[in-house]
T-cell receptor, first 113, second 111 residues
Framework: NAGVTQTPKFRILKIGQSMTLQCAQD?????MYWYRQDPGMGLKLIYY???????DKGEVPNGYNVSRSTTEDFPLRLELAAPSQTSVYFC????????????FGEGSRLTVL | AQRVTQPEKLLSVFKGAPVELKCNYS??????LFWYVQYSRQRLQLLLR??SRESIKGFTADLNKGETSFHLKKPFAQEEDSAMYYC?????????????FGRGTQLTVWP
């Protein structure tokens, strides 16, 4: 099993550009999450999903969109990139019923110039 | 508001010395606390959770509700313990992973 796979690992965007961070998991987990981590800070939840077709906002959802058309995939969309979105993005998944045990991807480092 | 504070950004100890990574939280309800670890070039992974009351890789952590703390301890640090450690909080009883993370403590264990 690959676990949680994120692409790309690195990306540089110009202000106003759009992009999608891809996330896929092969563990048949119902729950999936997107976190961001700014330098020197803890991870903050952007969006999460409890199953295909169901998504909800986390702590810092502004400037992002998500969709969950399948159990496996949970892409994160940035529509109009801003310098404040420069961060490391982590996708994670968890099994329904597992309290707090998240399985993380390797992270995607995004720089907006 | 929920908050997790890890006061030490960096912590260095020598091999064989005791180590304690501090974590304090603020939450009005009943929390569930976790420690996550990220070794060099590896993914963030769960180390232990307070409800399990277990020892993992020699580490233990006790939830102290009076002091609102969940410090991570190990009596004899090893070089392979060098990593980034994150304390995280969840709502008690929630199976959803909406975790609140501290900023992390980088532990270095010198030989």
């Amino acid at each position: 099993n690959a676990g949680v796979t994120q692409t790309p690992k690195f990306r540089i965007l110009k202000i106003g550009q759009s992009m999608t961070l891809q996330c896929a998991q092969d563990m048949n987990h119902n729950y999936m999450y997107w976190y961001r981590q700014d330098p020197g800070m803890g991870l903050k939840l952007i969006y999460y999903s409890v199953g295909a077709g169901i998504t909800d906002k986390g702590e810092v959802p502004n400037g992002y969109n998500v969709s969950r058309s399948t159990t496996e995939d949970f892409p994160l969309r940035l529509e109009l990139a801003a310098p404040s979105q420069t961060s490391v993005y982590f996708c994670a998944s968890s099994h329904q019923g597992s309290t707090g045990e998240l399985f993380f991807g390797e992270g995607s480092r995004l720089t907006v110039l | 508001a929920q908050r997790v504070t890890q006061p030490e950004k960096l912590l260095s100890v020598f091999k064989g010395a005791p180590v304690e990574l501090k974590c304090n939280y603020s939450y009005s309800g009943s929390p569930e606390l976790f420690w996550y670890v990220q070794y060099s070039r590896q993914r963030l992974q769960l180390l232990l959770r307070h409800i399990s009351r277990e020892s993992i890789k020699g580490f233990t952590a006790d939830l102290n509700k009076g002091e609102t703390s969940f410090h991570l301890k190990k009596p004899f640090a090893q070089e392979e313990d060098s990593a980034m450690y994150y304390c995280a909080l969840n709502y008690r009883g929630s199976t959803l992973g909406r975790l609140y993370f501290g900023r992390g403590t980088q532990l270095t264990v010198w030989p």
